[in-house]
């Protein structure tokens, strides 16, 4: 059979951009899987060979990304068929569509921003809650259309959480003398808590590669429908004594886990100031002390850049890689 190829622009909630989720999906995963964001969204496109949808994508211009100074595109919600000439074929398409928008670099996958999904998994294990689902082949059928590994990431797995009395006390005179408070986050409050940490979140992690900055009202769209799943004993909010955020850890139970053993550490951000050298440490373990009593014997840090000084700290928890997660770039 010849192939004939025809891409066409559809809308982010069409029935034909929504077909390769509802099709190479379970029901289970269907919800996990990554779907298109309106900021930065630039449009929504399927490939069709001899009428039937082959593969889907959507492309975003952020001004705040850019590779080597040059313009770029992020592309994100990609899904294809096991058919590494259709994925060229695809990603080709995704060249030129990039190309008719004079960019010259091409990052994915990403929905537009390091605030939403991003990442392939390059490992093969069970994803964890919260982890986006996509199919093991993306990987390779990006490598194969001319993408090379931007940066690499890594999930690791304290399999034994233990406490360290000792780390908890060598700190806890500090916090007091620093007029610090430690509470847990407000859930009847959620969404005043949430427009706080969005605000925090944008000045502590500025220096992130890729950042830019997100509006509350993206934050909280992102964040207000998993309230129900958040543990108020997991997540850690410092204040000064005005009241200031000074840093958070935000942990959750991974509700994938079968066994209801492990707790994912999502994210942590401190203050970079010499004073608050150690609170990060100091959070892990009370966020460990807690885990431990409410029953919860493993840990998952999620998601670090490889470079990233929360690496270090994961392995002062004694966590292990238990999976790597790449970003990928190509030219136009």
Known sequence: MINRFKLEKTEPNSQAFLYLTNTLYSSFEIPHTSQPKPAHLI???????????????????????????KK????????????????????????????QLQALKLVGPM?????QNYRFTVTEEMPFFTEMCHKNYYPTQFKAS????LKTYSSTLNSAIQLDEDRLEQFKDRVKAQNLVIRNIDLINFEA??????NFSNNAFKSNYLF????????????LPIKEYVKTELFYIVEDSKGDLQGFLFCIPNYFDSKNESVIVKSMAILPKRELAGLGIYLGELMYKKALKLGYSKAIHAYMIDENKSIGLSNRFNAEKYKA?????CNV
């Open 43 to 69: 449009g929504c496109y399927v490939l069709y060979n001899n009428n039937v949808i082959v593969g889907r994508f959507a492309l975003y211009d952020n001004p705040n990304i850019r590779i080597e100074d």
């Open 72 to 99: 770029t595109l992020t592309v994100g919600s990609y899904e294809c068929i096991d058919d590494l000439n259709i994925s060229k074929q695809l990603i080709t398409k995704i060249k030129e569509t990039a190309n």
């Open 111 to 115: 929905e537009g921003s390091t605030w």
């Open 146 to 149: 001319g993408f090379d590994v």
């Open 193 to 198: 808590e949430l427009i706080k940490i969005a």
């Open 212 to 223: 830019s900055e997100f509006t509350a009202d993206s934050f909280i769209s992102k964040y």
């Open 325 to 329: 997660h790449h970003l990928y770039v």
